[in-house]
């Protein structure tokens, strides 16, 4: 099942030179999916308060140009199927003005909340998605995150009460967020990023403050990387130009 979603943006979706954040890329891709879910019969909030939910561990997203505001917008994306008996994998496009402007998949768990473990995807269950055999990338395999040796800045927040969602942690694109907040000026600045990947290893709850450190890997890679006060790994973050 290929599911679209056209979307109009918001004016604080954009840049102040008119291109869309990627933050608002994210937030377009996420929207389309839950769209998805909800033709499935899969309603995200009555299966968190049914005890169970779909946990997103990674995103990698490509992007060839950006819209600009007043670019009419529209995503597609659809379910590949099973990749273990816990796992599943989603893909997406963005479109501007007809034409293919980014592209991206994410990798997802199925996770008993009651049981605080992984739980088994039912034939059943991913029947409702109709899966498709169709990947946006050739290699399934995701770009490793390597861990760099030292950081160059770093700053200490704890979440504002709107970060956290309906399942108690902070929301998946919220760490996008803080990850612009460390970023030097001048990348900030520039927000020309081509690629942004993003790996979840553990949830920052309400009341924990975290810890964000920057690193320049590259000219053109920059790596951001999120830690509890226990310096518990929480979120994995690159930017590609």
Same mark, same amino acid.
């Given at each position: 099942m290929f599911v679209e979603l056209n979307y109009e943006p918001l004016l604080e979706d954009f840049y102040n030179n008119g291109d869309l954040k990627i933050e608002a890329i994210l937030k377009i891709l996420e929207n389309s999916g839950n769209h998805h879910s909800d033709a499935a019969g899969d309603h995200i909030l009555k299966g968190s308060s049914d005890?169970?939910?779909?946990?997103?561990?990674?995103?990698?997203?490509? +992007?060839? *140009?950006? !819209?600009?505001?007043?670019?009419? +917008? @529209? =995503?597609?994306?659809? *379910?590949?199927?099973?990749?273990?008996? $816990?796992?599943? *994998? @989603?893909d997406f496009e963005l479109y501007k003005n007809g034409e293919l402007c980014a592209k991206g998949t994410t990798r997802w768990i199925h996770f008993d909340l009651n049981q605080n473990r992984p739980s088994k995807i039912t034939p059943e269950l991913l029947a409702k998605y109709e899966p498709e055999?169709? =990947?946006? $990338? /050739?290699? *399934?395999?995701? !770009?490793? +995150?390597e861990v760099p040796q030292t950081f160059t800045n770093k700053i200490t927040l704890k979440p504002r009460r709107n970060d956290i969602d309906f &399942?108690?942690?902070?929301? &998946?694109?919220?760490?996008?967020?803080? /990850?612009?907040?460390?970023l030097p000026e001048?990348?900030?600045?520039?927000?020309? $990023?081509?690629?942004?990947?993003?790996?979840?290893?553990n949830a920052v709850k309400e009341g924990e403050e975290i810890c964000i450190k920057y690193a320049c890997v590259t000219e053109t890679h920059h790596v951001v990387f999120i830690y509890g006060t226990d310096n518990s790994l929480k979120t994995m973050i690159e930017f590609g130009e």
């Open positions: 005890g169970t939910a779909w946990i997103l561990t990674d995103w990698y997203v490509e +992007i060839e *140009s950006l !819209p600009k505001y007043g670019d009419k +917008i @529209r =995503s597609v994306t659809w *379910s590949q199927g099973a990749t273990s008996m $816990f796992s599943t *994998s @989603r055999q169709k =990947s946006v $990338f /050739a290699d *399934s395999k995701l !770009p490793k +995150i &399942n108690h942690h902070v929301h &998946n694109l919220i760490y996008v967020d803080y /990850a612009m907040e460390v001048e990348v900030y600045a520039a927000h020309n $990023f081509k690629k942004i990947r993003i790996t979840y290893k």
